[in-house]
């Protein structure tokens, strides 16, 4: 276990500097003035020679079209603003690499991934599911991302396309896992309110969030789910996913959560904006007296479930690192130096930036506590 906490993280520093159209696009509230959710990328997943799983009477990528559907048509409807992208309408082929690349290119705030679970040899099995990209060892979480992620063997050149992804590999597993960490708060946010309107709302049997490697989700750079919307191998619930008022239901909770989620991250991004505006027209860094500021700037290398090796060289090159803990369990690293003035803690940003750590970001605590992610 030691070796493998250690293989992580080497390979979450090189990974940072290689995945351009991820480092990209990560987004440091405290670098816009107001951030906003203006698109999103809906993801039905399979489609085209890829049936996905299959009930009795049904077929994976049949439904997951539908709700997919559903749901952009509910946030184009109703959400002012938002431009609704997706990587399929209609019962086609879409390579997994090519469906983050749909997110990436056209700069997406959000990716959600729709599809629908089984069970082998449980029809019993039933309930919701919503992903997001990490590492989990249980037999069951495995399953389901090996079976969504065998897909890439009806693709051509697809050791090209995933970096040498290996489905049997579980240091594979552990190199994907890391690619999403900059965005780990934002997804498990969203997840959350996903299984909390099945759960409160659609009156559906609620798993959980939880995670594991999905090639789908791995190169995309904002943050991303992939939703299990119900079990085709229990017929009920098979049965409940092919109806209208079903597919309805399960939209309708991912629209209510997006709504949430977007209502949220806005008004968390205005007021820390506002708290910068006033911060830097009342003192900026002149003099000592500064210290005495109840708000401090740090600057965060990025977010890991993993404990990693602060032994490691490029950590030690950048000088001393606390390790801060969230109540999810989401390990932070974050440079002890604190700043009083922005302006020096965005220059120690792009200083991390430019030393490897692509996914550093500005965090503001206020009287000795953190303000945001």
């Not at 293989?7 to 990209?24: A, D, K, N, Q, T």
């Amino acid at each position: 276990m030691k070796n493998k906490l250690l293989l992580s993280s080497i390979v979450l520093l090189v990974c940072l500097s290689i995945i351009p159209e991820v480092s990209g696009r990560v987004k440091a509230f405290l670098n816009v003035p107001f951030y906003t959710v203006k698109t999103v990328v809906i993801d039905a997943g399979h489609g085209g020679k890829d049936t996905g799983c299959l009930g009795k009477h049904s077929q994976e990528k049949d439904i997951a079209l539908k709700i997919a559907l559903k749901l952009g048509s509910y946030i184009e409807q109703n959400i002012e603003g938002v431009k609704v992208i997706y990587t399929r309408k209609t019962d086609t082929f879409i390579e997994l690499h090519e469906r983050a690349a749909i997110a990436n290119r056209n700069q997406a705030d959000l990716f959600i991934s729709i599809h629908c679970n089984a069970a082998k040899n449980h029809t019993n099995v039933h309930g919701t599911e919503t992903y997001i990209m990490g590492l989990d060892k249980s037999a069951e979480n495995l399953d389901v991302s090996r079976r969504e992620n065998s897909v890439i063997l009806l693709e051509n050149n697809y050791e090209h396309h995933y970096d040498g992804f290996n489905l049997d590999d579980y240091e594979s597993n552990i190199v994907f896992s890391l690619y999403q960490n900059a965005f780990l708060n934002q997804s498990i946010d969203f997840a959350s309110s996903i299984e909390k309107e099945f759960k409160h709302k659609a009156k559906r049997n609620s798993r959980g969030v939880k995670q594991e490697s999905f090639l789908v989700l791995y190169k995309t750079g904002m943050p991303s789910v992939l939703v299990e919307a119900g079990f085709l191998t229990n017929s009920s619930e098979e049965a409940f996913l092919k109806s209208d008022q079903g597919q309805t239901y399960i939209a309708s909770a991912i629209y209510r959560a997006f709504k949430e989620y977007k209502s949220k991250l806005e008004g968390v991004a205005l007021s820390q904006a506002n708290k910068i505006k006033r911060t830097d027209m009342g003192h900026t860094a002149q003099s000592s007296k500064e210290e005495s500021s109840s708000l401090i700037y740090k600057v965060q290398l990025y977010n890991a479930y993993q404990s990693l090796d602060l032994g490691n060289p490029d950590f030690k090159r950048v000088g001393k690192i606390d390790i801060e803990e969230n109540p999810r369990g989401i390990k932070q690293y974050i440079l002890a130096t604190q700043f009083y003035d922005y302006n020096a803690a965005l220059t120690a940003l792009k200083d991390m930036k430019g030393a490897g750590f692509k996914h550093a970001q500005i965090v503001l605590y206020s009287n000795g506590k953190r303000i945001v992610n």
